[in-house]
């Protein structure tokens, strides 16, 4: 590498993201010492991208730095808590002063919109795969986790779902749209918006809520199955973008929402008694979510389409006559 190592920790990660208060100790020495509220719990995520694998060769570095902190929010927005702290392993083919320049301008925005320090991590040659570590705290006992729902609870996710994986499909060439739809949708898979401050406002509400990264189904069975549950699901009611409309029709753009991948939206079960109180309390046009189905006793994942059951196969949806 051009720049040594400690010359690159110094440039780019020492003052990286939001600075805390709370941050004891942060990047330059053996560890990171941090300072966790004491009636608090600590929570903790991480995932990794993968080039090639998670996105594609030679994405805008800026887009994989928030990329890499985002699905991470994301996490820590499905459990209710607040995020704090980030550490960074990133392994690189060589250390590129204008990629890492973007790469970290891409991380610390983000970061700094949602309050994070960057306040350790590993800097090795490889391979381009960058593994983010998220820490953060939540009231003890009030956690959303993906087991708390019940049947008869009703289920909504935020946004608009489908809309990534059209971004990703156009990003490689496998789908076409026109200027406005194409840079939008582009814009869906590149740069996602974490959930954060609705995932924190859920507590005292949700029974229950995942993010949505894998695909609205399969997540949204994920949170059923954890809850003992099964889902069921509207075809009509998911809500639609309007760009993923234009591009791909309705009946295309809904296979689409119901599983395409790196939505980073929630999906969150609320109990009946509580949805009037929700709904005037984070009023939905204004929180973006809507209601998509119920969790009911019965397991297993379906989803209604004029009052039959449409099943999953790969070549999309087939309804069940
Ligand atoms: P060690 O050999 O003790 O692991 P390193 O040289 O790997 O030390 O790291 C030195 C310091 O720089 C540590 O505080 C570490 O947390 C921090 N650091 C290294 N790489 C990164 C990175 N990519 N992002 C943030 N902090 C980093
Ligand atoms: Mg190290």
Redesign the pocket.
């Known amino acids: 590498m051009a720049l040594s190592?400690f010359a690159l920790?110094e440039r780019y990660?020492r003052r990286c993201g939001a600075q805390r208060a709370d941050v004891r100790l942060g990047?330059?020495?053996?560890a990171?010492l941090l300072a966790v509220p004491g009636d608090a719990e600590l929570v903790a995520a991480i995932d990794t991208l993968v080039a090639g694998v998670h996105f594609p060769h030679g994405s805008p570095p800026a887009s994989i730095g928030h990329r890499a902190l985002a699905v991470n929010l994301s996490d820590l927005a499905a459990m209710g808590a607040r995020p704090a702290w980030a550490l960074?392993a990133?392994t690189l083919p060589e250390a590129e002063e204008n990629w890492l320049e973007e790469f970290t301008t891409g991380f610390a925005d983000l970061a700094r919109a949602h309050n994070v320090a960057?306040v350790?991590?590993?800097?090795t040659r490889g391979p381009l795969c960058i593994s983010v570590q998220l820490l953060g705290h939540v009231a003890a006992g009030t956690a959303l986790t993906r087991g708390g729902g019940n049947a008869g609870d009703v289920l909504f996710v935020s946004g608009t779902c489908g809309d990534a994986a059209a971004g990703l499909a156009i990003e490689q060439g496998q789908l076409a749209a026109d200027r406005d739809a194409r840079a939008w949708l582009r814009e869906r898979f590149l740069w996602p918006t974490p959930r954060v401050a609705l995932g924190e406002r859920l507590r005292g509400f949700a029974s229950a809520c995942i993010d949505v990264s894998d695909g609205l189904l399969a997540d949204a069975g994920r949170l059923a199955q954890a809850s003992h549950a099964g889902a069921e699901l509207a075809w009509a009611e998911l809500p639609l973008s309007q760009p993923l409309l234009e591009v791909l029709g309705e009946v295309r753009a809904r296979e689409l929402a119901f599983s395409g991948g790196d939505d980073y939206e929630l999906c969150f079960a609320v109990p009946p008694q509580n949805v009037a109180r929700l709904t005037a309390q984070l009023p939905p046009q204004e929180w973006r979510y809507a209601r998509i189905g119920v969790l009911r006793a019965e397991p297993g994942t379906v989803v209604m389409r004029d009052g039959s059951v449409m099943e999953f196969s790969h070549s999309g949806y087939e309804h069940f006559r």
């Not at 990047?27 to 053996?30: A, N, P, Y």
């Open positions: 190592e920790i990660f990047v330059g020495d053996d990171t960074l990133l960057l350790g991590g590993d800097t």
